[in-house]
């Protein structure tokens, strides 16, 4: 049974970081694409970033370029989302995914497992 589960997510203010956390079990981790989605509320699921499978690369959407980063532990089977200089308008709930597409996968439907999400709220 696959599962992800992500951490980290709270309540911080306007230009504080959160580092938030998702931890896979029952796949071969290695082997998937390793994404981040938010919504908001009122809002359709946005992409935030993605990872290849090795962690050498990642891409972001353009909302967020520059003040996040996305990266992995293949070892830990653990991807991380690096959010600094936060604003009110990232508040959301952000899910990770796990994708077998290869690259840099940005849209849901190239992504076959979800978490359960979890709460950023940045106040101003």
């Known amino acids: 049974q696959v599962q992800l589960v992500e951490s980290g997510g709270g309540l911080v203010q306007a230009g504080d970081s959160l580092r938030l956390s998702c931890a896979a079990s029952?796949?071969?981790?290695?082997?998937?694409?390793m994404g981040w989605f938010r919504q908001a509320p009122g809002k359709e699921r946005e992409f935030v970033a993605t990872?290849?499978?090795?962690?050498?690369?990642?891409a972001y959407a353009d909302s967020v370029e520059g003040r996040v980063t996305s990266s992995r532990d293949n070892a830990k089977n653990t991807v991380y989302l690096q959010m600094d200089s936060l604003k009110p308008e990232d508040t959301a709930v952000y899910y990770c995914?796990?994708?077998?597409?290869?690259?840099?996968?940005?849209?849901?439907?190239?992504?076959?497992?979800w978490g359960q999400g979890t709460q950023v709220t940045v106040s101003s």
């Open positions: 029952g796949l071969t981790f290695s082997s998937y694409s």
């Open positions: 990872t290849t499978k090795s962690g050498g690369n990642a």
């Open positions: 995914a796990a994708g077998r597409t290869a690259g840099l996968p940005r849209y849901e439907y190239q992504y076959d497992y």
